[in-house]
Antibody
Framework: EVQLVESGGGLVQPGGSLRLSCVAS????????MHWVRQTPGKGLVWVSR????????TYAESVKGRFTVSRDNARNTLYLQMNTLRAEDTAVYYC?????????WGQGTLVTVSS | DVVMTQSPLSLPVALGQPASISCRSS???????????LNWFQQRPGQSPRRLIY???NRDSGVPDRFSGSGSGTDFTLEISRVEAEDVGVYYC??????????FGQGTKLEIK
């Protein structure tokens, strides 16, 4: 059974940092690109970042470029999202998503709240 | 960026009746390889999104055959032949032809009338 379990969300002040993790199981993690997608009540679903199976090819949404860093540890079946210089508008539920013929399986999400 | 526009944004449907959701893209979603990467997701209340349809009309494993996708170019449709109670939720289209970024529609909220 495919499982994606995110963690690391929480309350952080503007300008602060947070690191999200996503542990994968039930499939060959290194064989799939992975994504982070966030969801806010006001703006729906917004794609954040994609990393290929090797970890060498990475793309970001313009809104997070230079502030967020995605990485993966295939030996630990884990995807990461390092978020720096956080802003109020980064407040959202962050989902880890597997790529199989594009985005397919989603984790349960972790809530990030940026507020003073 | 490709803008995805869904309609309607709210869809009340009686049980057993059909439902149809439209999704339009700001540019053609035909990839240079000839494929069209238009996908549909369902998000039930309190749950994560779940992919229903990929590449316009391919149903994912476990998706009931009352769900079907169609369309081409810039105009796409998700149809539910007979709505059931478990179909309540928000439906999103998403394009993965012209990335980055991948872009989603605003979502269509389906409710039982």
């Amino acid at each position: 059974e495919v499982q994606l379990v995110e963690s690391g969300g929480g309350l952080v002040q503007p300008g602060g940092s947070l690191r999200l993790s996503c542990v994968a199981s039930g499939f060959t993690f290194s064989g799939h690109p992975m994504h982070w997608v966030r969801q806010t009540p006001g703006k729906g679903l917004v794609w954040v970042s994609r990393i290929d199976g090797t970890g060498l090819h990475i793309t970001y949404a313009e809104s997070v470029k230079g502030r967020f860093t995605v990485s993966r540890d295939n030996a630990r079946n884990t995807l990461y999202l390092q978020m720096n210089t956080l802003r109020a508008e980064d407040t959202a539920v962050y989902y880890c998503v597997r790529d199989l013929s594009t985005l397919d399986y989603w984790g349960q999400g972790t809530l990030v709240t940026v507020s003073s | 960026d490709v803008v995805m526009t869904q309609s309607p944004l709210s869809l009340p449907v009686a049980l057993g009746q059909p439902a149809s959701i439209s999704c339009r893209s700001s540019q053609s979603l035909v990839h240079s390889n000839g494929n069209t990467y238009l996908n549909w997701f369902q998000q039930r209340p309190g749950q994560s999104p779940r992919r229903l349809i990929y590449e316009v009309s391919n149903r994912d494993s476990g998706v009931p055959d009352r769900f079907s996708g169609s369309g081409s170019g810039t105009d796409f449709t998700l149809e539910i032949s007979r709505v059931e109670a478990e179909d309540v939720g928000v439906y999103y289209c998403m394009q993965s032809t012209h990335w980055p970024p991948y872009t989603f529609g605003q979502g269509t909220k389906l409710e039982i009338k």
